[in-house]
């Protein structure tokens, strides 16, 4: 999980320290700054005449660049075209130096020293708690930041820099200390003894591909991401333990309560649930009753009677529709029985023929399953009393 995280924690804060040695003493030049997205700011820069000023104030906590400037640094200028120049280069024993080399117009310009003097700095550094991530040599590295300035002439540490189209083409030692030049990039304000320091910053997070370097295996800044990756997993781990812990009381407060709620509930609950189920049951014995009628039929009573009604010819008249009839005849305190899905229906006619062809209509509803005639007689005045009974489909 850790190794998943780093991926995502990347440096941003640091300190640059340039290291720049006198006869007999050093002095300290500390440029911190921040990088947001693809914007470097300085938050401060600080000049220490002694080592112990720079431990007391310089903030531990963030990876440290050195920048080995002065005396013991050797500067020169690799010539393509001189012969002298690239045996010189070809004979060089990389394993003995610490060197910066950045590629100009038609040289190489390289800073480097013995190894000794910069591991003495490394150790000084790590024995006072520093976390020192890389090193680099001279004061060429100023050269990066002419793609802002556009100056043919640029100092940087004590050297002076010289630039054909933008390009570095030649340098020259300030053997006395110059005094300090001011340049303007951006919003910032950056003299000529910091510039070195901001040239190692933009190497840093950009690497561009004229400068090389000395690579020191044992300052590997995955070290550093996997620190803080660390501690980015144990603060949240911890801030999530404790919003956990606030959670829990909190839910323990709600339930608590909401408990205290349902068992009031229960108590009510348990004295409705018999009144309930009585409900149930007189609404199971009406939906019996309802059924029995044939009430809950798919088809409205008033369906039926349309129906037969509609068809019937003038001639005929009736004297009694009964759909759903009682079986029985009613008697106080006794179940009603209804005959659901049977229509009786009496009447009278003259015409025997127009009682004949209503008939017929009758056998055609598909809502009639069958019809019997109950009885047909005729009266002293040739009058056709008759009544019929039907019956009705899937009621």
């Known amino acids: 999980m850790i190794a998943t995280l780093s991926k995502f924690i ?12 006198k006869e007999g003493y050093e002095i300290y030049s500390l440029l911190t700054v921040k990088k947001k997205a693809n ?54 024993d990389f394993n003995t130096i610490y060197y910066t080399d950045l590629k100009g117009r038609n040289s190489n310009f390289i800073s480097f020293c013995r190894k000794n003097i910069v ?20 004061s060429f590295l100023g050269t990066l930041l002419n793609n802002a300035l556009k100056r043919d002439v640029l100092y940087s540490g004590d050297l002076k820099l010289e630039f054909e189209n933008d390009i570095l083409s030649g340098f020259s030692k300030q053997n006395e200390t110059p005094n300090a030049i001011n340049y303007q990039i951006g919003e910032e304000t950056i003299s000529s003894v910091f510039l070195p ?60 309560t909401k408990n205290s709620e349902l068992n009031l509930q229960t108590v009510y609950s348990n004295q409705s649930y018999q009144l309930i189920l009585d409900l149930e049951a007189q609404k199971e014995k009406k939906l019996n009753l309802l059924k ?16 037969i009604m509609r068809n019937m010819p003038s001639a005929i008249s009736l004297t009694e529709l009964n759909i759903a009839p009682l079986k029985e005849e009613y008697k106080e305190n006794k179940k009603v029985l209804f005959e659901s899905g049977t229509i009786n229906i009496k009447g009278e006619t003259y015409q025997e023929s127009s009682f004949n062809t209503w008939l017929e209509n009758l056998k055609k509803m598909d809502w009639l399953q069958h019809f019997e005639i109950v009885s047909l007689k005729k009266d002293k005045k040739n009058k056709s009393v008759f009544e019929i009974k039907i019956i009705l489909k899937n009621v």
């Open 292 to 307: 029995e009628s044939g009430v809950l039929s798919s088809k409205f009573f008033s369906f039926y009677s349309y129906e």
């Open 39 to 92: 914007k470097i700011s300085i938050v401060s820069k600080q000049t220490f005449d002694a080592f112990d000023a720079l431990a007391k104030t310089a903030d531990k906590k963030l990876p440290i660049l050195l920048v080995i400037e002065g005396k013991g640094v050797l500067n020169k200028e690799i010539n393509f075209e001189n012969e002298a120049d690239l045996s010189w280069q070809k004979n060089i």
């Open 10 to 21: 990347k440096i941003t804060d640091l300190n640059v320290v340039g290291v720049t040695k």
């Open 197 to 256: 320091l901001y040239g190692s910053v933009i190497h840093f997070f950009v690497k561009p591909k004229e400068v090389s370097k000395t690579i020191n295996s044992s300052l590997n800044n995955e070290e550093l991401i996997y620190k803080k990756a660390f501690n980015f997993l144990g603060v949240a781990m911890l801030a999530g333990f404790l919003l956990s812990l606030l959670i829990s009381y909190f839910l323990i407060q709600y339930y608590g």
């Open 119 to 138: 591991e003495e700095s490394i150790s000084q550094f790590q024995k006072n708690g520093f976390q020192v991530i890389d090193i680099y040599i001279g």
